[in-house]
């Protein structure tokens, strides 16, 4: 018998009784499925060390592998992380939106999103993920997905992989979007981790 919950959501304007409702399981330390602007996402508060813990052993993610965060907006992310000026161009033409910044962070996030004082960090353009964000404050940002293995299009697809180890899924609809590309802006060099969503070209073409 399923203990989790399933919930449809208006991708574009996602319903506040179901932002109401993430919250809630996010709050208590509960993981939580949804769609960003590339796949869906797994989400958990990142200052709950439990539910951190729990979303690695789900996904089967390794320690040395951080995920990445979510934060609601890049005056919040300037108090999070050392912001070179080509991090403020790139931030400028493609955030929000399907752009990971890996910046030199100012504080230490902990073993599951800091490397080497690295984190990287995403402003998301997917409408339910923001209002998220600026309810409970920065949420992990990994996909929704056994670590190493093909992201999944469905929230079907996702609930046959993790049932009731998640408390709540959130279907948007199918997602089959590159992922974000994964730059790195440390000391004024850049350096791009993954191709996604976004061209090598482009990103090199917006700092020249």
Do not use: W
């Not at 690295?118 to 209002?131: C, K, Q, Y």
């Amino acid at each position: 018998m399923a203990h989790y919950q399933m919930v449809q959501v208006n991708f574009y304007e996602p319903e506040p009784a179901i932002i109401e409702q993430a919250c809630q399981f996010l709050n208590q330390g509960g993981l939580v499925v949804a769609p960003t602007e590339t796949r869906y996402g797994l989400l958990a508060r990142i200052d709950l060390p439990e539910a951190v813990s729990r979303l690695f052993e789900v996904k089967g993610r390794r320690i040395d592998k951080p995920s990445a965060i979510f934060v609601s907006e890049i005056s919040k992310l300037k108090e999070l992380a050392d912001f070179p000026p080509k991090a403020q161009i790139l931030a400028d033409q493609f955030l929000p939106g399907p752009l990971t910044l890996v910046l030199k962070s100012k504080r230490d996030f902990g073993r599951f999103f800091t490397l080497n004082n690295r984190t990287g960090f995403r402003i998301s353009s997917s409408p339910l993920i923001r209002a998220l964000v600026a309810k409970t404050g920065p949420l992990s940002a990994t996909s929704a997905n056994l670590s190493g293995q093909k992201e999944p299009e469905s929230i079907s697809e996702i609930c046959g992989l993790f049932g009731d180890q998640i408390d709540l899924y959130i279907d948007g609809g199918r997602l089959n979007n590159p992922a974000s590309t994964v730059v790195q802006v440390i000391n004024g060099q850049i350096t791009i981790l993954r191709e996604g969503a976004i061209s090598s070209n482009d990103i090199l073409k917006s700092v020249e």
